[in-house]
């Protein structure tokens, strides 16, 4: 059996953990929205339709701030249409998915359901085929207590004090020619930097996210960002990363390995930033919100889910409703692992999307909701990931990928709350044959104890929680956890994803 061997220390600190960092993603899409988290007459719905069962899994979940309209929806998006008397709202046609938006979820609904789950706003402005004029108007809509326009129309909607949105996104992916009004970097790096500073003269504590690449496999990647910044590096707090996974070919093993490339990706997008604040002389740092990442297989979407046929745009149809494995699971929470690796520069990110849509929750019109196999990793480290990450020394085996070379066959984080002295380790195996033995060095946490421990996996790297078998798939204790006065050791079965609480 391979072995490997890591060592927590306390003084050797990443940077601090942000509740942001657990963020999410609510599009209008497919059935995010509308027989996701909205669906009028479902036995658990409240009296503004939405489905408490749905509300009581995100609590679970774990989820901060929450990015919302979009993704694709938002650049082609006239927030108007989404405040005001539901009656007289528009219906509209969403060319991102092909689909209609009838509006009945707009800002003021949305709004309510973020109460019930306890996450925060996070705002994206539409800069496809709008400016900055309406990003103006978007944010005294809901920023400003009162005594103009904008904001007496938000009170006569029903909503007396403001939606004190903080963190709002200047646009989606606008380095992607399927986006509406898409630009070249120069064009929408000068919109980025005047829609910023215009938004910064109503309130200048704003925190603002310029696109970066919606993929390090973007042919623009790294000038795209270099470009950008060129124009906004005084303007904004963050610059966007945007990436997804899936396996392809039947090439497991470089599937397991994708955190692999999502380091690289912030890696590469840190370095050109600070090349962009060392050229300007300035001693300002860019952070990343990575605020799209997930698992999603594209290639399934493109070949079954994608919608065509100038009379064909229906309301809320089956997209992307991607059933995940627990290889799936164990990549996902290997890409948890990576953001938690990079917490000094990653203070913010969302996994897009949370119900239906690529996502960890699913439900069924009138039925149940149930969790996916991604459900747990986040939710398990959203709970117990608290304090700063730490650096770890790691030696262990590698094992040779077709997309990336010879990666480790195990990685892994490690967390401290310095005020609870709990620790926490998150580890993956990405061995398809053999089981690791860890041996973690903890003498630097002094005495500890194991509060919990979990592992996803199982015989069947490809079993699922469906709506036939909800419950085929959940994490179990990891019996195999040991610890004494200076280590600890723990068993990995192949293909899996472990966390350990320490304290």
């Not at 909607?157 to 903080?166: D, L, Q």
């Not at 707090?237 to 396996?247: F, L, V």
């Not at 089956?318 to 929470?333: I, N, P, T």
């Not at 650096?391 to 967390?415: F, H, I, N, R």
Request: charged content about 25%; hydrophobic content about 40%; overall charge negative.
């Amino acid at each position: 059996m391979p072995s490997a061997r890591l060592t927590v220390d306390p003084h050797f600190s990443i940077g601090p953990i942000r509740r942001r960092l657990f963020g999410g993603f609510v599009e209008h899409l497919g059935r995010h929205v509308y027989d996701g988290i909205y669906e009028p007459g479902h036995p658990t719905a409240d009296d503004r339709g939405f489905r408490n069962d749905v509300v009581d899994l995100v609590k679970e979940l774990g989820v901060s701030t929450i990015r919302y309209p979009g993704g694709n929806f938002v650049s082609g998006f006239r927030w108007e249409d989404s405040v005001g008397p539901r009656e007289e709202r528009p219906r509209r046609l969403d060319l991102a998915w092909h689909s209609t938006e009838t509006n009945e979820v707009g800002l003021h609904e949305f709004s309510h359901w973020l109460d019930k789950v306890g996450s925060d706003l996070m705002m994206a402005v539409n800069l496809g085929t709008r400016g900055t004029l309406e990003a103006l108007d978007l944010l005294e809509y809901s920023n400003i207590r009162g005594g103009t326009a904008l904001s007496e129309q938000r009170r006569a909607n029903g909503r007396e004090e403001p939606f004190a949105v903080e963190m709002w996104c200047l646009g989606n992916e606008m380095d992607g020619p399927w986006q509406l009004g898409h630009r070249s970097a120069d064009d929408y790096g000068k919109i980025a930097s005047q829609t910023a500073k215009a938004m910064r003269q109503i309130d200048p504590s704003l925190k603002l996210v310029v696109c970066g690449s919606s993929s390090a496999h973007m042919p623009t990647f790294g000038e795209w960002e270099r470009v950008v910044l060129g124009h906004t590096y005084d303007d904004v707090d963050y610059i966007s990363c945007h990436a997804y996974y899936e396996e392809r070919g039947g090439d497991l093993g470089s599937f397991l390995a994708s955190a692999v490339d999502m380091d690289g990706f912030i890696e590469t997008v840190v370095a050109t930033a600070d090349h962009v604040g060392a050229v300007r002389g300035s001693s300002k740092k860019i952070d990343i919100s990575f605020d799209e990442w997930n698992v999603w297989y594209i290639d399934r979407f493109h070949g079954v889910d994608k919608i065509e046929g100038i009379d064909n745009w229906p309301v809320a149809p089956r997209l992307l409703e991607d059933v995940y494995s627990v290889a799936d699971a164990v990549v996902f929470g290997n890409l948890m692992i990576s953001l938690l690796k990079h917490a000094d520069r990653v203070t913010s990110a969302s996994l897009a999307q949370l119900v239906n849509v690529i996502a960890p929750i699913m439900t069924e019109p009138g039925g149940p909701a149930w969790r996916q196999t991604t459900f747990f990793p986040f939710a398990i480290t959203s709970r117990l990931a608290q304090g700063e990450a730490l650096q770890l020394k790691l030696d262990s085996p590698t094992y040779e990928t077709k997309a990336y070379g010879d990666v480790p066959l195990v990685d892994a984080v490690a967390t401290f709350d310095r005020q609870t002295g709990r620790a926490a380790v998150f580890l993956v195996n990405r061995s398809q044959d053999e089981a690791v033995t860890i041996t973690v060095d903890v003498a630097a946490l002094g005495e500890v104890s194991v509060l919990e421990s979990h592992t996803l996996w199982d015989d069947d790297v490809y079993a699922k929680n469906t709506l036939e078998d909800r419950e085929r798939v959940a994490p179990r204790p990891n019996d195999s956890v040991s610890v004494d006065t200076r280590e600890l050791t723990v068993t990995l079965p192949r293909v899996s994803w472990t966390a350990i609480a320490l304290g």
